[in-house]
């Protein structure tokens, strides 16, 4: 997919002062949107792991959203904070960090990209879920780290070996 020209994705730091505002309102959708038990979000400290590879997408030097993914055990990576700022929603921004996200973790040999999201019972994922259908995610039992639960649905991409 070609990305438009003004907005580029680079690795970052999920404590700058620029990123903050974005991890912050994705914590805050998380609460609103299910119930404390079911919300998963990482903050900032859990975004600052070693294991995790961080990334937001700016045009200039404004954060328009962000996305990362977690190293998991069994060769996959799970995404994890893709959020895209009140402001720059309708733009694609989403898309396209998941695109670059994608193309990370198949660069760095991963086998598949997982994620967890909110099921039919928490309509305001109901974008998320569909955009991760079109971008060719499958649904999957719970994915590592997770049980089952009404509130989640889980999601894989599989990378295809290209030689």
């Known amino acids: 997919m070609s990305q438009a020209p003004s ?32 919300d998963h979000t990482f903050g900032v ?43 720059a929603r309708g733009r694609g921004v989403a898309r396209i960090l998941m695109d670059h996200l994608a193309n990370q973790a198949q660069q760095e040999g991963f086998s598949a990209l997982v994620l967890e999201t909110g099921s039919a019972l928490c309509p305001e994922y109901d974008a998320a879920r569909s955009l991760y259908e079109n971008l ?9 780290g997770y049980d089952a639960d009404p509130m989640s649905v889980f999601m894989r991409l599989s990378f295809t070996n290209q030689t």
């Open 45 to 87: 400290e859990a975004l600052c792991h070693p294991e995790v590879r961080f990334f937001a997408a700016f045009e200039g030097e404004r954060a328009l959203g962000c996305g990362a993914f977690k190293a998991l055990g069994n060769g996959s990576a799970e995404v994890k904070s893709v959020y895209v700022a009140q402001t």
């Open 136 to 144: 060719g995610y499958t649904y999957c039992p719970p994915i590592e």
């Open 7 to 38: 907005i580029l994705i680079r690795r970052a730091d999920p404590a700058c002062p620029k990123i903050l505002p974005l991890i912050e309102g994705n914590q805050s959708h998380g609460a609103v949107a299910t119930d404390a038990s079911s």
